[in-house]
Antibody, heavy 118, light 107 residues
Framework: EVQLLESGGGLVQPGGSLRLSCAAS????????MTWVRQAPGKGLEWVSG????????YYADSVKGRFTISRDNSKNTLYLQMNSLRAEDTAVYYC???????????WGKGTTVTVSS | DIQMTQSPSTLSASVGDRVTITCRAS??????LAWYQQKPGKAPKLLIY???SLESGVPSRFSGSGSGTEFTLTISSLQPDDFATYYC?????????FGQGTKVEIK
């Protein structure tokens, strides 16, 4: 069964850091583009970041560029999102999602909640 | 950046109704469009990809059409399980943009 399981969310103060992880199973991880998508409370979906299968190419939404870093460890089938300089507006549920080629997202994790508050 | 605009934002309908949601792209995206369904507290679920291809396991009452800048998602006969929020999404060269969502409510 194809599965994605996020972890690492929690409460952090403004300006703080957090690292999210996404453990993948049931598919050949290294061949897939992976992404992070977030959803603020009561709001819509927002794409955050994407990474190629090799990890050599990374992409970011303007709202997180320079503060967030996406990476992957293909030996551990795990995707990461390092989040620095966190702001209140980064409060959201963060989902990892597997992309088909560089296209749509066919498998989603259940999400992990990040709350940025003092 | 490509912007996606959905209409309406909220839609009230009854079981058995035919429902249509529209998504417009700020520039042409060919058929690089997907539709997702999301229920409260749950992850999004892929319904349609490449504008009109039905994801495996999705009921045939869901269909998608369009290309270029204008797209539609149609539910031919709304079922109780279909009350949810629907999002369109464009995918283009390693950037992804979602529409703001359409909430389908019980009338």
């Amino acid at each position: 069964e194809v599965q994605l399981l996020e972890s690492g969310g929690g409460l952090v103060q403004p300006g703080g850091s957090l690292r999210l992880s996404c453990a993948a199973s049931g598919f050949t991880f290294i061949t897939n583009v992976m992404t992070w998508v977030r959803q603020a409370p009561g709001k819509g979906l927002e794409w955050v970041s994407g990474i190629s299968g090799s990890g050599h190419s990374t992409y970011y939404a303007d709202s997180v560029k320079g503060r967030f870093t996406i990476s992957r460890d293909n030996s551990k089938n795990t995707l990461y999102l390092q989040m620095n300089s966190l702001r209140a507006e980064d409060t959201a549920v963060y989902y990892c999602a597997k992309a088909v080629a560089v296209d749509y997202m066919d498998v989603w994790g259940k999400g992990t909640t990040v709350t940025v508050s003092s | 950046d490509i912007q996606m605009t959905q209409s309406p934002s909220t839609l009230s309908a009854s079981v058995g109704d035919r429902v249509t949601i529209t998504c417009r792209a700020s520039q042409g995206i060919s058929s690089a469009l997907a539709w997702y369904q999301q229920k409260p507290g749950k992850a999004p679920k892929l319904l349609i990809y490449k504008a009109s291809s039905l994801e495996s396991g999705v009921p045939s009452r869901f269909s998608g059409s369009g290309s270029g800048t204008e797209f539609t998602l149609t539910i031919s006969s709304l079922q109780p399980d279909d009350f949810a929020t629907y999002y369109c999404q464009q995918y283009n060269s390693y950037t992804w943009t979602f529409g703001q969502g359409t909430k389908v409510e019980i009338k």
